[in-house]
């Protein structure tokens, strides 16, 4: 599986957007680019996912760059409910590559 | 409507015994995933069902682990003479196969203890 790097941790002031970087320069033609967040003593929670164009919902933005080796996961607001370790996930779209390789992710941290 | 649900909770044992955990998937989500996370660590991949049958064991670590999914719903995992190592938070997920739909849905995980 191709890889990603985070940073380890990150900080932000409430109410403040935040942007976290992911670079996965080994990342291949059909690899889907995923967020998943893990708020402390959950299980993880889908935030967004893109392949190629940037992504909005209701959560976050996801920018990827154009030669798609690094993407940035943009919260346009953050409270104090987004404090979580935010994990960067590469995922093949060829049939039965089913699991998520999760790697060590950032944890934000959100200053009142 | 309901989320994933796993049992127990916590599950505290002793080297050598036996444990059974247990994962209730959403309803009608035909794929359902097995993790285990070690503290400070991401979530690692141990097996993934579709439907009744185990498409893709090839995280379990060793044959001292088991999972089942015998009507393609609830799913349990099996550790036998569990080692101290096996402590860990173990999570469940599940995902609907049809329409493309990518989103893998998490339960809260069981916290095993091996003393």
């Known amino acids: 599986d191709a890889k990603t790097t985070q940073p380890n941790s990150m900080e932000s002031n409430e109410e403040e957007p935040v942007h976290l970087p992911c670079n996965h320069s080994t990342i291949s033609g059909t690899d889907y680019i995923h967020w998943y967040r893990q708020l402390p003593s959950q299980g993880p929670e889908y935030v967004i996912h893109g392949l190629t164009s940037n992504v909005n919902n209701r959560m976050a933005s996801l920018a990827i760059a154009e030669d798609r080796k690094s993407s940035t996961l943009i919260l346009h607001r953050a409270t104090l409910r987004d404090a979580a370790v935010y994990y960067c996930i590469l995922r093949g779209s060829n049939f039965g590559n089913e699991k998520l390789t999760f790697g060590t992710g950032t944890r934000l941290t959100i200053i009142p | 409507g309901a989320g994933v649900s796993q049992t127990p909770s916590n599950k505290v044992t002793e080297k050598g015994k036996y444990v059974e955990l247990r994962c209730d998937p959403i309803?009608?989500?035909?794929?359902l995933y097995w993790y285990r996370q070690s503290l400070g660590q991401g979530p690692e991949f141990l097996i993934y069902?579709?439907?009744?049958?185990?498409?893709?064991d090839s995280g379990l670590p060793n044959d001292r682990f088991f999972a089942v999914r015998p009507e393609g719903s609830v799913s349990t995992l099996k550790i036998q003479r569990t080692e101290r190592g096996d402590s860990a938070v173990y999570l469940c997920a599940s995902r609907f196969l049809a329409g493309g739909a990518d989103t893998q849905y998490f339960g809260p995980g069981t916290r095993l203890t091996v003393l």
């Open positions: 069902f579709q439907g009744t049958g185990a498409a893709d």
């Open positions: 309803s009608g989500h035909t794929a």
